[in-house]
């Protein structure tokens, strides 16, 4: 059982930075791949970024990339999500999500992962 708290949202002016964080619960974070996705009012939930147990092979949506990096502190049970050059088009509550996979395995479909956190609302100003 892995448990997700997610942090750092907020009200942000277009052009800005924010960092998300996601703690996780257990002994066993090093065994997962780690995933956010987002979702806005009225849309489906969306792909942001997905990374590796180790942290060294990362994917990115395509709305995002270049803009987004995803990374993850496994002494500390946290992966981050740093969001640059926002847009109004990233206002969405943002979840991250956890499986245990092998070691070079990562996940891009919400589907795929079984524990989730509660989000996290980024809301972006014009």
């Known amino acids: 059982q892995v448990q997700l708290v997610e942090s750092g949202g907020g009200l942000v002016q277009a052009g800005g930075s924010l960092r998300l964080s996601c703690a996780a619960s257990?002994?066993?974070?090093?065994?997962?791949?780690m995933g956010w996705f987002r979702q806005a009012p009225g849309k489906e939930r969306e792909f942001v970024a997905a990374?590796?147990?180790?942290?060294?092979?990362?994917h990115y949506g395509d709305s995002v990339k270049g803009r987004f990096t995803i990374s993850r502190d496994n002494a500390k049970n946290t992966v981050y999500l740093q969001m640059n050059s926002l847009k109004p088009e990233d206002t969405a509550v943002y979840s991250c999500?956890?499986?245990?996979?092998?070691?070079?395995?990562?996940?891009?479909?919400?589907?795929?992962?079984?524990?989730w956190g509660q989000g996290t609302q980024v809301t972006v100003s014009s």
């Open positions: 257990g002994r066993t974070f090093g065994s997962n791949v």
């Open positions: 990374i590796s147990r180790s942290g060294g092979i990362t």
């Open positions: 999500a956890a499986r245990g996979m092998g070691l070079f395995s990562i996940l891009l479909e919400p589907m795929e992962y079984i524990y």
